[in-house]
């Protein structure tokens, strides 16, 4: 578990970029971990966590959550409609928002739940067509049409460049569409760029094997 080291590495990123290392949450994604590797994480302190599947992880969290009432769980994957009930009863925030059809069906589930998790627009930066997120020049209009939808706004802005390309450009472009947008978080960053992502801007930084070592079986 090198958690230590990498919190240390992005106050380090925070302080070359003007900024706090409060300001920058890690999130630990534990898709595919073992039990072990999880409580152990648990027992470093480590209470953020992103997963990529509702499913996984509500196998993974739901009976946690008596033990860790400050536990925050991010939906860091894609979401599909029928999905929106569960993630909306188990997520604290979800990342992935990037289709209006989707933000209804997040809404609905709010209203049958009671719960409101925190929101972030996923943006395709690089336009890729096998990824999902919304396409740069799309990106203000969206965000306004789903301030309008949801009663709790638009938290951030997430990305994940193409991995053929500097993902500087690409996290240089998150904050820029973030700040005409008027969006204050950027959920960017993996486990190979989290520092460089931490110094042009991240509030939070998504990293599995960089934290918890190459996955298991």
């Known amino acids: 578990m090198r958690r230590a080291a990498i919190l240390e590495e992005l106050a380090g990123a925070a302080k070359a970029g003007g900024r706090s290392p409060a300001d920058v949450t890690l999130v630990a994604v534990s898709k595919m971990q073992s039990e072990a590797r999880i409580e152990e994480a648990l027992a470093s302190g480590q209470r953020v966590f992103g997963e ?3 499913q996984e992880a509500m196998t993974r969290w ?3 959550r008596a033990a860790y009432p400050d536990l925050e769980l991010r939906l860091v994957g894609p979401l599909q409609t029928n999905k929106a009930d569960e993630a ?3 997520f604290d925030v979800i990342e992935t928002l990037d289709r209006e059809k989707l ?3 997040i809404l609905k589930a709010m209203e049958k739940t009671g719960r409101a998790p925190r ?16 396409a740069p020049k799309d990106v203000p209009a969206f965000v306004a049409q789903m301030r309008a939808l949801m009663p709790q ?8 460049p193409p991995v053929e390309e500097p993902a500087s450009l690409h996290f240089a472009l998150l904050a820029k569409l973030a700040r005409a947008a008027g969006v204050e978080k950027l959920s960017m960053g993996m486990s190979a ?3 460089l992502a931490a110094r ?11 934290l918890f070592g190459e996955r298991e079986g």
Do not use: F, H, W
Request: glycine share 12%; hydrophobic share 45%; charged share 20%.
């Open 119 to 134: 929101l972030y627009v996923q943006v395709n930066t690089g336009e890729e067509p096998q990824k999902a997120g919304i």
């Open 103 to 105: 933000a209804r069906a």
């Open 200 to 210: 042009l801007g991240a509030t939070s930084v998504r990293v599995g094997s960089a």
């Open 153 to 160: 706004g638009i938290e951030g802005l997430m990305c994940i």
């Open 193 to 195: 760029d989290y520092a």
């Open 88 to 90: 909306v009863a188990l």
């Open 62 to 64: 739901s009976a946690r």
């Open 52 to 54: 990529n599947r509702v």
